[in-house]
């Protein structure tokens, strides 16, 4: 035990990270609420743990099998009446994915030159709509499902994994719980696909399969060995800051040579086929370029030190700049970019101070550990919202934002007072897998915080490790007696954490003025990245139908720049036009908007050709109506609009 003590270093460290996360939930108007009523829950588990541990493994597995059900019934609901119009990073991946499936393997925008690790996803999607082609899905119901498959076997193998590693009902309960009940199984994660949840169910199967290696025989050990490369390599190309592996993998290695336990080739094959994998990813990349006809350029290529430009901008709090990526693209290619950025770094290191520096870093972990805006990420709003949401919009989407804090919280209280009353003794495989988790949780926070540029959602890959890491540890206290009283009074506080909850929302809602996105079709290719804007001819009309559950009072049409038509709308029901008046890249009305059906006009008056930004795609269905041109109905184009309502 004495030879273990100064692995105490890694779990120290990782409980700051988690208070400084913690204090970044907090921070918000909502915080004190949100304290409460998470020490509320953290105090009801732990009464209406000798209740729950006393469920049998059948009752358990018909808790869990109802809780699935529910969960997929809700999943299918919200896919079916919420749609969101997905738009940015992911849109641009699945765009070029539903155009490879259809055979169309050419690189039109200069996103991907600029950000090439997109490419294996882009690839490797297509692969999987070509496939669901043959069943005749379309772009969005296969994407639906490959989200559901992914989305769902992740919470299953996570609950599967804590259950096995805690041994407790009640930590299997509380993940299962922590996917189910949040906007973990409702939201970004099901909503939008991008690499984030690969990434995430990636981890997961790494350290399991590290864990579990020993228990496995020979016939087993060549397919899990397989799965271990194979996942290891798919996690690279998807998510290439999942290097921060590699260190992981040295470092417990240095454990063992530390630590003085014996270093048998069972305990280091698993740790190598994790590196070989990690390996294999170079090649393994470039010939998904050959096969998606990908060339580099770079002309538009972005070095890496771009994002260690960015990690380094106080003004932008290390998070992605704005003004750092029109700075670069002045620049004629890469290596050009790569020089100034090198003399900007240094310049920022020799001015920025200690201080400063420490408190970047600080301000960076707090950002990549914050889950606020968990329902708008990469999403510009639900296509049509319902009218029943819209009637509650404010408070939904308050209670939406406050129960994924108050879950974080938990996670990150719970796993912390484990990890301050831990002593590692590494006799087992179980603390090894800790170990594991942990040393990977730090390296991915180091990375994000020391040097890369860092947003919210990057944090969310580390849900699973710290979920591993808390099952993993033993509970502090142990509950002696078994009474009715505890498990009542733990409903009774669980129960009055929820009505403080529901009954504090509209409080906490009304404080909030960002407008309320009523209906929109946000996706784009984007002119930055050089999207080629339809040229609508002289005389030309375009026709799109909107629906409208609320009154509005903003509505925009993007065009193009510099583009000169007239855009006009009628109110289906009452034949009532409102036009729209320009304002730069978009023409808008700010007139107040009843409720109803739409249709917007967007007609070419001129006597020449204008640039208009209409989306179209192979298979994938941007807008509940399609575009009308020239009277011909598009069902997979339409042009881009917000309707909204501001207050």
């Known amino acids: 035990m004495q030879q273990a003590k100064w692995v105490r270093v890694f779990p120290i460290i990782l409980i700051f990270c988690l208070a400084i996360g913690t204090i970044s939930s907090l921070i918000k108007s909502a915080g004190p609420l949100v304290l409460l009523v998470s020490m509320a829950v953290l105090l009801a588990a732990r009464l209406l743990a000798p209740l729950l541990n006393r469920l049998t493994r059948r009752q358990m597995l018909l808790l869990l099998g109802i809780g699935f059900g529910l969960m997929l019934v809700a999943q299918l609901l919200v896919l079916k009446i919420m749609p969101v119009t997905v738009y940015h990073d992911p849109f641009r991946v699945l765009s070029q994915a539903d155009q490879m499936a259809a055979g169309d393997m050419h690189w039109r925008i200069t996103y991907f030159w600029r950000y090439s690790n997109n490419v294996s996803l882009a690839y490797l999607l297509s692969l999987w709509l070509r496939a669901t082609t043959l069943v005749h899905l379309s772009t969005n119901m296969s994407v639906h499902l490959l989200s559901l498959l992914l989305l769902d076997g992740f919470i299953a193998l996570l609950t599967r994994t804590v259950a096995q590693l805690s041994h407790r009902n009640t930590t299997t309960l509380a993940v299962f719980a922590f996917c189910s009940l949040t906007p973990v199984a409702y939201t ?60 992981a993998v040295v470092l417990l290695g240095g454990c063992y040579v530390l630590l003085k336990r014996r270093l048998t080739w069972g305990k280091m094959l698993p740790l190598l086929l994790i590196v070989l994998g990690l390996g294999l990813s170079v090649p393994a990349g470039r010939i998904i370029d050959t096969a998606a006809n990908f060339t580099p350029n770079t002309q538009f290529a972005f070095p890496t030190t771009n994002w260690l430009v960015m990690g380094i901008n106080q003004h932008s709090h290390g998070m992605y700049s704005g003004k750092d990526v029109a700075r670069s693209l002045k620049l004629p290619n ?8 090198l003399q900007i770094i240094a310049h920022r290191y020799q001015t920025i101070g200690p201080l400063k520096l420490a408190r970047l870093w600080v301000t960076k972990a707090g950002i990549l550990l914050n889950v606020h805006g968990v329902q708008s990420w990469y999403n510009g709003g639900y296509r049509v919202a319902p009218q029943w949401y819209l009637a509650h919009a404010r408070t939904l989407q308050t209670l939406t ?15 912390a007072f484990r990890l301050l009353l831990w002593r590692p003794e590494l006799r087992s495989r179980r603390e090894w897998v800790v170990l594991f988790s942990i040393i990977i949780v730090l390296g991915y926070i180091a990375f994000h915080v020391l040097l890369w540029e860092t947003e919210q959602r990057y944090g969310q890959v580390l849900v699973p490790l710290l979920w591993l890491v808390a099952s993993g540890l033993p509970v502090p206290i142990k509950v002696r007696h078994f009474g009715w009283r505890r498990p009542v009074a733990g409903l009774v506080l669980a129960g009055g954490a929820v009505v403080a909850g529901i009954g504090a929302a509209p409080l906490i809602a009304a404080q909030n003025h960002q407008p309320l996105i009523i209906a929109a079709q ?22 799109e139908t909107v ?17 000169h038509v007239r855009v006009t709308l009628t109110n289906l029901a009452t034949g009532d036009v409102v036009r729209l008046h320009q304002a730069g890249l978009v023409y808008r009305t700010q007139q107040h908007l009843a409720a109803g059906q739409y249709r917007i006009w967007l007609t070419n008056t001129s006597r020449r050709p204008q640039a208009i930004d209409v989306v179209a795609t192979h298979n994938y269905r941007l807008a509940p109506h399609p575009l009308v041109i020239n009277g011909v109905r598009h069902a997979h184009a339409s042009l881009i609009y917000t309707v909204m309502r501001k207050e």
């Open 522 to 543: 946000r996706s784009q290719l984007s002119t930055q990245y050089r999207a080629t804007p339809r040229k609508l001819a002289a005389g030309a009309v375009l026709a």
């Open 334 to 341: 890469q290596a050009a970019r790569n020089r100034a950025n």
């Open 188 to 247: 970004y994660f099901l909503q939008v696909f991008y690499s984030d949840l690969p990434a995430m169910l990636v981890l997961l199967i790494l350290v399991r399969e590290v864990w579990l290696w020993a228990q496995r025989n020979v016939r087993q050990k060549w397919v899990h060995g397989i799965t271990l490369t194979c996942t290891a390599l798919l996690g690279q190309l998807l998510k290439p800051n999942l290097i921060v592996v590699l260190p």
């Open 401 to 415: 934002a406050m129960g994924y804090q108050v879950a974080i919280v938990c996670l990150f209280v719970m796993t």
């Open 547 to 563: 629906n409208v559950n609320a009154h509005a009072n903003y509505f925009s049409v993007q065009t193009h720049n510099h583009a």
